[in-house]
Structures are given as C-alpha cells and as structure tokens.
Nanobody, 121 residues
C-alpha cells in the first residue's frame, strides 16, 4: 500500500497559477502510472490528469487541457500538477493516486487528505 501526500494548494485569483505536489512513500513509485483527481463541493470526484510510469505519456480531462500540466520526478518519488489560467470552476480538493487504465483511469490506493485549491473570481 502506497501512501501519497498532496501539497501546494491555496487561494488564488482567477487567471493565476499553482503547482501541486504529490509525494509517495515507497520505492515502487516509478512502477505505476500516476493521476490527479479533484472533488468540488457537492460533486463526485473526477479525473483531472494522468501520467505514465516513465513520464512519457500523459492524459487530461477536456476541462483542463491546455491549462494544466502533469509531470513526475521518479528519483524524488514525486508527481506534480502545474495549473495555469485557473478558473473559479477549478475550485476543489485535489487528490493524487496511483492509477491504472481500463475504460477510464481508476485509482489503485486509498485516498489521502488532498489539498484545497480555491480560485476567486
């Protein structure tokens, strides 16, 4: 069971940027794909972005394409989500997780605490 800890959230004005980090506890980090998800108040958790174990392949939800960039540093056991041109609709708690691809990306491990991102208009 991997433990994953998100950080980097905060309050930002619309149009601003934030970079989220996801630190993994174990040395198997480089063996699995990583994903970011988010959950807004009153809504279900939704997929945001994913990156393959090698960092070569990426995938994004349509709502964030062109604004968010997912990356990873396997040597540091850390994944990142660079968010730019933020919009109020991006306000949510953001979570990272190991992922596997079936008909859609699905999480591998228990969810962490997440990190709150609030975008003011």
């Amino acid at each position: 069971q991997e433990l994953l800890a998100e950080s980097g959230g905060g309050l930002v004005q619309a149009g601003g940027s934030l970079r989220l980090s996801c630190a993994a506890s174990g040395r198997i980090f480089s063996s699995y794909d990583m994903g970011w998800f988010r959950q807004a108040p009153g809504k279900e958790r939704e997929f945001v972005a994913a990156i393959t174990s090698t960092g070569i392949g990426t995938d994004y939800a349509d709502s964030v394409k062109g604004r968010f960039t997912i990356s990873r540093d396997n040597a540091k056991l850390t994944a990142y989500l660079q968010m730019s041109s933020l919009e109020p609709d991006d306000t949510a708690v953001y979570y990272c997780n190991g992922v596997a691809r079936g008909s859609r990306w699905h999480p591998l491990y228990s969810w962490g605490q997440g990190t709150q991102v609030t975008v003011s208009s």
